[in-house]
């Protein structure tokens, strides 16, 4: 404390100036030949009883100064826990939040603004220096001179594009500050986007089987001859089989979305085996020979129906896109002290392949490499969009190489879980 450090010099500095008083009048009094013994006991006994007295006040001082720091001490502490707590829960605030004055300096920002703005440091900065919108300072200029809060939304473009709900405003309390906040809703106008997109899809691709069947039909109400009947009801019964199997795809995704996986233990290795035996007609239509290596039996948690979706989109595709050749399917489970718990499905076919520019964009809605071909072979492009939801949702990832006109190869790998129970009774049964 600083007091105590005041104590003992200023102490001795009031001795010395008693002595000094005392050894003053001592030597007047001599001059004057007055007896020297009594005169420097009656100084000495002033001086002392002064000494003393001055003493006792400075002794009542140090103890009020010492009581004011104490307060001061705690005041301080108080204001600097409250400042942590207003930091502790700005800083976990979903929303970025500035205070700047009446010309849109920034006194404060929350962890969000710097951290949404890329900057460490805006305080004494202006706002426009920072975020290069003026629409942002504009907001804030205008609730400065305004009563009303000002809103609106704001598109930024540095340091990344975005767009938030901004709302600037002032309290009477301290009229100087103007408070602002900023609602990243870019995730939010990414999905409307997304949402009105596939609306858009979902009614072309339905449109154009509709148009077919419509026409067709009404060829066949123009003119009722047999020949014309032969002609055109197997095309219209093939547009409606493409609807259905529309509508069963986006069943399958919206289902697929609708909530979280309901995982169980899953016999995985099962799974692709029975997939593969399903299949191995169609194969065995084009000719193609289809195999596949692996495990017989490997459980992991997953949802069991939605695994044997990803199956088979992934091997019908393969066979689909393969003209001649095989079409090979493994399953590869992890080393069996479980280390690194990924299994992996891989399909490989030795079909047209996909072209570089094209790998991309395949896991979207509706995109297909060649819409005549994918539409001839009853394609809707939903089946790669339906993998990657079920594979991600599982916390899987799915990938793809492939070359033109060599063939493809479609990997997924997928967490195992905890399922060493079931491991076990499944390897001694
Ligand atoms: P589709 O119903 O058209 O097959 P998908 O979503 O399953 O739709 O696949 C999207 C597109 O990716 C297909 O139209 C096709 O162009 C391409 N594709 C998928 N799998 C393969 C593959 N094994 N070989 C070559 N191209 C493929």
Redesign the pocket.
Known sequence: MPRSGFRWPFRALLAVAVCAVAAGLAWVSMRKGFNPGWILVATGAIAGALAAHMMQLFDGYEREAGRKQEQLDDLLLQTREQKNAVDAFADGLDVAIFVCDRRATIEYANRLAREMFNIDRPQGKTLLAITLSVDLEQLVLSAASGEDPQEGELSFSYPSDRIALGKAWKHSASPGRIYLSLFDISDLRRLERIRKDFVANVSHELRTPMTIIRANAETMLDDDDPELRQRYLPRIITEVDRLSSITQDLLVLSSAESGPVRKAPCDFADTVRATVSQLTTKADEKDLQLSYDGPKHFVIEANGSQMMQVCL?LIE??I??TPSGTVHVELIAPADDGSDGIVTLRVT?T????ASDHISR?FERF????KGR?RQSG???????IVKHIVEAHGGHVKVR?TLNSG?T?EVTLPVGDVEVFQRHLREG
């Open positions: 989109n595709n393969a689909k896109y076919d079909g047209i392949g996909i395949i995109y297909r490499v060649d994918s394609g809707t492009g939903l089946g790669l969009a492939s493809s479609f």
